[in-house]
């Protein structure tokens, strides 16, 4: 069959140079997709786990040396560095095509290459966004299917057009010293080799959804953020969309699922995205959210029946379990699934297919789930409406032991994008290197934004001229600790409370104090009834302390000095002046 369609070109181009034995292409379905498994089962990339427990769900292994993101690896190929900015790593993009070209010349000999149509956004939306996926890995495949809305869903919406974006994805040897993962923004291009983990070879997810979709988000005058999405309904029914940006585990599942204990006032939860979201402007003035993915995939460990029921009702199916352990039952298990037990079953196989025998974690601490969206028990109805849900409150979260209260509320937009500009994170699992090192991580966005981050803060303000009504923007810390290393903050679903708050705040009806930093709650304004949490407690939750933001401020000032001219003026004016209210300035280091 000779090629005639723009995707038949590339498809035919790409085995041209990489040489698979068969050419698969993929249309979504369930008989495919047992098919693929009944595939796996037998070569040993699945394990079937108990299926009387968990129908039709599965267990991969990884590469031990391939378990999370790889930021150092991954690059941003723009024909000027600039336009990457000091935040990427950058190759030129001839010079990527050439060294990815080698390793790409004849790595599917002997492998099936899957063709993967799919679309990130809600199907029929004009706003949707057609990919292709070439893969040698049917792991990505199976994992496509749950995440995104794959098959014959994309490939009748592309039919015989050239809009779709095009991904090539290969296993390689796996070895790191050959993993690389390219992104071409200006041809809508991604290229990643070497690694069948997560985002790496997801290409639906952080490479296409955030990092060529902010740069397209820039270009069309939306935004493509790392955040999860919620509705707050209050107790005459009326819900509140809420959207909120942290870097990768640090709870955005757990908030988007939570269980509210105010569920007796009328306060509940309901679950629109946990990962990623595409923002525009609506007709009403309004920011309309929509979740582009059609699944989960979220941070086994830690995650059990009181800190995410939601999650883990919705994983109790159809799902894929990645470097989770396994019990003698065939019961996936990971640190934190039983909350009365720290370790094993004993004979349990750990991650590394092993019998667990301590101390080291059964399940890797950036082991995943892999679930549809739709099983989730607070699924939102809107969840997959085309408009998308209005955003009322915007907020911008760490993992910060010191300096972040609780909560706090910018003064306006501009001082909304410096908050999260300036933001700062203790590193988790989710990406390779030390964990918890606190990092510069703006809008959380320091590994997914597909261009320089000064003009990404520039497009921030620039949306900001044009939404006639935008959200309230606030920053939280659940993870603030007292002088002992403990948690100040319960977290999980006592975060409604936090929620409450912000929500009477955007009705005017809770009260706050001005602070250099921004605005805070009065003790009174939180609803904590019922919480046990001294008032000492309270106090060092919500506490500004100068010297920790003194320190702050100059660290945020070296980061931001990076940008140089690129800087926008609004953010250097913003910093400025929290100078002022500190009464700190830049020769006081
Ligand atoms: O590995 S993923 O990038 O898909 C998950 C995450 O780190 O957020
Ligand atoms: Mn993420």
């Given at each position: 069959m000779s090629a005639t369609t723009p995707l038949e070109h590339w498809v035919e181009e790409v085995a041209g140079m990489t040489r698979p034995d068969r050419i698969v292409w993929c249309d979504g379905s369930e008989e495919e997709y047992q098919r693929l498994m009944q595939g796996m089962l037998a070569d040993g990339t699945m394990v079937a786990v108990n299926h009387d427990a968990y129908p039709n769900s599965y267990l991969h292994r990884s590469d031990p040396s391939d378990v999370a993101r790889t930021e150092h690896l991954t690059y941003i190929c723009t024909r000027d560095k600039d336009d990457a900015g000091p935040n990427n790593n950058w190759m030129d993009p001839a010079e990527a095509k050439r060294k990815l070209g080698t390793l790409f010349e004849g790595c599917m000999r002997g492998r099936t290459m899957y063709v993967i149509p799919y679309m990130m956004g809600v199907p029929g939306s004009p706003h949707a966004k057609i990919g292709v996926e070439i893969t040698d890995s049917p792991y990505v495949v199976a994992n496509m299917r749950i995440m995104t809305h794959m098959g014959t869903v994309a490939l009748d919406a592309l039919g015989s057009g050239d809009d779709f974006i095009p991904g090539l994805h290969s296993l390689?040897?796996?070895?790191p010293d050959r993993r690389f993962i390219m992104h071409f923004p200006e041809e809508r291009l991604v290229w990643s080799i070497g690694s069948g983990y997560g985002g790496n070879a997801l290409l639906?997810?952080?490479?296409?959804?955030?990092r060529l979709a902010s740069w397209m988000a820039r270009e069309e005058g939306w935004l493509a953020e790392h955040m999860m999405i919620l509705g707050l309904e209050d107790p005459s029914g009326e819900i509140t969309y809420m959207a909120g940006a942290f870097p990768s585990a640090c709870g955005k599942t757990n908030l988007a699922m939570l269980v509210s204990p105010l569920a007796e006032q009328g306060y509940r939860v309901w679950t629109v995205g946990d990962d990623i979201c595409w923002m525009r402007i609506g007709k009403d003035g309004r920011l309309w959210a929509v979740n582009p993915e059609n699944g989960f995939f979220g941070v086994a460990p830690g995650t059990n029946t009181q800190t995410n029921p939601n999650a883990m009702a919705a994983l109790g199916r159809n799902s894929i379990f990645t470097n989770v352990a396994l019990t003698p039952d065939g019961l996936p298990w990971w640190e934190g699934i039983d909350p009365e037990r720290k370790t094993p079953p004993p004979g349990t196989i750990d991650w590394h297919g092993k019998v667990w025998n301590g101390p080291a974690p059964a399940a890797h601490p950036n082991s995943r789930f892999t679930t549809p969206a739709d099983q989730c028990p607070s699924i939102s109805p809107h969840w997959q409406d085309q408009a998308g849900v209005p955003i009322s409150v915007i907020m911008f979260g760490g993992r910060r032991a010191r300096v972040a209260p609780l909560v706090y509320q910018a003064r306006d937009w501009a001082h909304g994008v410096f908050v999260g500009a300036g933001m700062g994170s203790e590193t988790t699992a989710a990406a390779t290197g030390k964990v918890g090192v606190m990092r510069r991580d703006p809008m959380a966005m320091r590994p997914f934004c597909g261009y320089n981050m000064a003009d990404y803060w520039g497009h921030w303000l620039e949306m900001g001229r044009r939404i006639p009504n935008p959200p309230a923007i606030f920053h939280v810390n659940w993870f603030r600790k007292d002088d002992n290393g403990d948690f100040l903050w319960p977290g999980f679903g006592q975060n409604v409370r936090v929620l409450r708050w912000m929500l009477e705040r955007v009705r005017g009806t809770a009260d706050a104090v001005e602070t250099p930093v921004g605005l805070v709650p009065t003790p009174e304004s939180l609803d904590l009834d019922g919480l046990d949490l001294a008032p000492e407690k309270v106090a060092a939750l919500l506490r500004i302390d100068p010297a920790d933001w003194a320190k702050e401020w100059r660290d945020q000032g070296d980061y931001l000095a990076q940008f140089g001219d690129r800087l926008p003026a609004a953010i250097r004016e913003q910093h400025d002046r929290l100078g002022q209210r500190l009464g700190v300035t830049a020769g006081s280091r």
């Open positions: 390689g040897d796996l070895s639906g997810k952080k490479c296409l959804s955030l």
